[in-house]
């Protein structure tokens, strides 16, 4: 969602922290995944941001009204947008993958028959695809044959569209339209995320200057920095290693 973000705001300074140190999140329990994400968020808090992009899903599933209720500022979290983007997209049978504490929420669900009650949807948790991902193997015969035991069941249900509900899983998007068929539609929840932060941030008088973009990790190592660079096409300065139990 970073990227997307960057290019859609690029007057925008940015404040990135990412919990590497206790991922992943999508195996926690909901009560781990609030305490950690109110950790997290009080942390960049402490950085003066105006605004907190909550971008990873399973966090966006449990603790959004602990963040909005902790911080002073605007929150969104990306299962919103992203239930707006695959109703908008024509989707009337979807399904939706993410962790298995993202899929045992409900949470989609929940936003997409509020958005639409006569939808319907169909969720899958789908836990081997964040190592794959972070293995590298994002085009690969294994990703393909994981992605048919995951997605078999759902194309069998006759769906039009598949909402990624982990931003991990955008990086897997050509094996899943492999998959799925070309007849499926791929809504990625980072994509719509990233739009509804920029029509909030709208116009800046300081549009044009350097921006500033720091990142925070709970625990540095060259694995991550290298996965992110490639996740955001562009190296990584200005790395920091923060200890956010303190």
Same mark, same amino acid.
């Given at each position: 969602?970073?990227?997307?973000?960057?290019?859609?705001?690029?007057?925008? %300074?940015?404040?990135?922290?990412?919990?590497?140190?206790?991922?992943?999140?999508?195996?926690?329990?909901?009560?781990?995944?609030?305490? *950690?994400? /109110?950790?997290?968020?009080?942390?960049?808090?402490?950085?003066?941001?105006?605004?907190?992009?909550?971008?990873?899903?399973? $966090?966006?599933?449990?603790? /959004?009204?602990?963040?909005?209720?902790?911080?002073?500022?605007?929150?969104?979290?990306?299962?919103?947008?992203?239930?707006?983007?695959?109703?908008?997209?024509?989707?009337?049978?979807?399904?939706?993958?993410?962790?298995?504490?993202?899929?045992?929420?409900?949470? *989609? !669900?929940?936003?997409?028959?509020?958005?639409?009650?006569?939808?319907?949807?169909?969720?899958? $948790?789908?836990?081997? +695809?964040?190592?794959?991902?972070?293995? @590298?193997?994002? %085009? %690969?015969?294994?990703?393909?044959?994981? &992605?048919?035991?995951?997605?078999?069941?759902?194309?069998?249900? @006759?769906?039009?569209?598949?909402?990624?509900?982990?931003?991990?899983?955008?990086?897997?998007?050509?094996?899943?339209?492999?998959?799925?068929? !070309?007849?499926?539609?791929?809504?990625?929840? $980072?994509?719509?995320?990233?739009?509804?932060? &920029?029509?909030?941030?709208? $116009?800046?008088?300081? &549009?044009?200057?350097?921006?500033?973009?720091?990142? *925070?990790?709970?625990?540095?190592?060259?694995? +991550?920095?290298?996965? @992110? !660079?490639? +996740?955001?096409?562009?190296?990584?300065?200005?790395? *920091?290693?923060?200890?956010?139990?303190?």
């Amino acid at each position: 969602m970073l990227k997307e973000i960057l290019s859609l705001v690029p007057d925008s %300074d940015v404040v990135y922290l990412g919990d590497c140190a206790r991922l992943p999140y999508g195996t926690k329990s909901p009560r781990t995944i609030i305490r *950690y994400s /109110l950790q997290c968020g009080q942390f960049l808090a402490s950085k003066n941001i105006d605004m907190l992009v909550v971008a990873c899903n399973t $966090a966006s599933s449990h603790a /959004l009204p602990a963040l909005e209720k902790a911080l002073n500022i605007p929150v969104i979290g990306v299962v919103d947008s992203g239930s707006r983007a695959a109703i908008d997209a024509g989707g009337k049978n979807i399904g939706v993958i993410g962790t298995p504490s993202t899929i045992r929420s409900g949470a *989609y !669900e929940s936003a997409l028959r509020a958005l639409s009650p006569e939808v319907q949807v169909h969720s899958r $948790a789908c836990p081997l +695809f964040v190592p794959l991902v972070e293995e @590298g193997w994002c %085009d %690969d015969a294994i990703t393909e044959q994981v &992605a048919h035991r995951y997605l078999d069941d759902l194309l069998s249900k @006759g769906i039009d569209t598949l909402l990624l509900g982990c931003t991990h899983y955008p990086m897997l998007k050509q094996v899943l339209q492999r998959v799925a068929g !070309e007849g499926v539609r791929i809504v990625d929840s $980072a994509v719509s995320t990233a739009r509804v932060v &920029a029509g909030i941030h709208g $116009a800046s008088s300081s &549009a044009g200057r350097d921006r500033s973009v720091v990142y *925070y990790l709970s625990d540095v190592s060259e694995r +991550f920095i290298e996965l @992110g !660079e490639i +996740f955001l096409g562009q190296k990584m300065e200005y790395v *920091y290693e923060v200890d956010l139990c303190v």
